[in-house]
């Protein structure tokens, strides 16, 4: 499967913005996605992840209620829902892919060593 993330840009601390991945290639509803990203002289992080079943998602405790993983399966994308942005949000924020082999699991990882498939990033700046 081959991801391209999208939505980036610059916003104000306080605002939201929505991430767009976009999958083709093999079978999206197999796979479990996740988001991650990397700010400025900081380790890629695993941030929020989904899986096929679209439920229970998991997040980082660094943007959990702020942030919200959504899918669906029929326009191949994944989204990333991001509020209430904070300057430490500022990052390189990629998707990624991990075939889960079964339609219907609730299981994802925020781990970037399991992950099959990467996007490349797009970058969201807040400003003060």
């Known amino acids: 499967v081959q991801l391209q993330a999208s939505g980036g840009g610059l916003v104000q601390a306080g605002g939201s913005l929505r991430l767009t991945c976009t999958a083709s290639?093999?079978?999206?509803?197999?796979?479990?996605y996740a988001w991650f990203r990397q700010g400025p002289g900081k380790e890629r992080e695993g941030i929020a992840c989904i899986g096929t079943s679209g439920r229970n998602p998991s997040y980082t405790d660094a943007v959990k209620g702020r942030f919200t993983i959504s899918r669906d399966n029929a326009k191949n994308t994944v989204y990333l829902e991001m509020n209430s942005l904070q300057n430490e949000d500022s990052a390189v924020y990629y998707c990624?892919?991990?075939?889960?082999?079964?339609?219907?699991?609730?299981?994802?990882?925020?781990?970037?060593?399991?992950?099959?498939?990467w996007g490349k990033g797009t970058l969201v700046t807040v400003s003060s």
């Open positions: 290639g093999d079978a999206f509803y197999y796979f479990s």
């Open positions: 990624a892919a991990e075939r889960a082999g079964y339609r219907g699991s609730h299981l994802c990882f925020l781990s970037s060593d399991g992950q099959d498939h």
